[in-house]
């Protein structure tokens, strides 16, 4: 009686363990590192614009269509309208950021406060391989532009400044030039021209050229007219909300 007794409690224990772990678990495939994969996986696709600004993300099919719960999908896209590209608004929910005329010349002159001054750290810790990585990068991005590939040819130049914002050695404020980054790739999707990124398509060359040759004033100035070349090519576009296809797009 005493063995039948202990062996219900112990069934009965277990079974009460695996019914707190489902429901700590949640809808399957929930979980800390299935989340941070689904948030990366949203992340790239709104900076390659292949969710367009504007366009709403609905939490019910997201978790339909990446398997997790809506309670997942909702910490995600909280975590997203941290970085500023999901907005979420009461009663309707979240969407891809758009970021008004104001916001963009907010976060261009950021970027002229904190790459430029990056320069000088960046000349002096270059080393040829990270040289020729640059004129890899920018070769990239050139051909994309020709192939018309302009929303790979956004991101691969925000991974241009990016990386120069890591060579600098500054880890804070590489962080920050990604964030920026990431919000310019958007700002440049609404408002700029179809074909052109609103700079030569050599800058980033000779951009590498003076930083290798140790002319720290001349890639500060040289930073400083990029980028305000960029910020002038702008124009704004009004544009109607879109609903995407989540499973085209993540499928």
């Not at 720290?216 to 704004?236: D, G, N, P, Y």
């Amino acid at each position: 009686m005493a063995k039948s007794a202990n062996a219900a409690s112990n069934t009965s224990t277990s079974k009460s363990a695996e019914a707190k772990r489902g429901r700590g678990a949640g809808k399957a495939g929930d979980g800390a590192e299935r989340h941070a994969t689904i948030y990366q996986q949203i992340r790239e696709a709104i900076v390659e614009h292949r969710l367009k600004p504007g366009a709403r993300l609905r939490e019910d099919a997201l978790a339909e269509v990446f398997g997790v719960s809506r309670t997942g999908i909702r910490k995600i896209l909280q975590r997203l309208a941290l970085e500023y590209l999901v907005t979420l608004t009461p009663r309707r929910g979240a969407s891809v950021s758009r970021p008004t005329i104001e916001e963009a010349r907010d976060v261009f002159a950021a970027r002229q406060l904190i790459e430029c001054q990056l320069m000088p750290w960046v000349s002096r810790r270059l080393q040829p391989a990270d040289a020729r990585a640059l004129r890899e990068m920018a070769t990239s991005e050139r051909q994309a532009l020709r192939a018309g590939e302009q929303s790979r040819a956004i991101q691969l130049s925000a991974q241009f400044h990016q990386r120069l914002a890591e060579l600098s050695g500054n880890t804070p404020l590489a962080e920050f030039v990604e964030r920026l980054c990431s919000r310019s790739s958007l700002i440049l999707a609404v408002y700029g021209a179809s074909g052109h990124l609103g700079c030569e398509s050599h800058d980033h060359d000779e951009l590498v050229t003076l930083l290798e040759a140790g002319r720290e004033e001349r890639a500060v100035a040289f930073m400083q007219r990029h980028l305000k070349a960029i910020e002038a090519s702008l124009s704004i576009e009004e544009s109607t909300d879109e609903a995407p296809d989540l499973r085209q797009i993540f499928g």
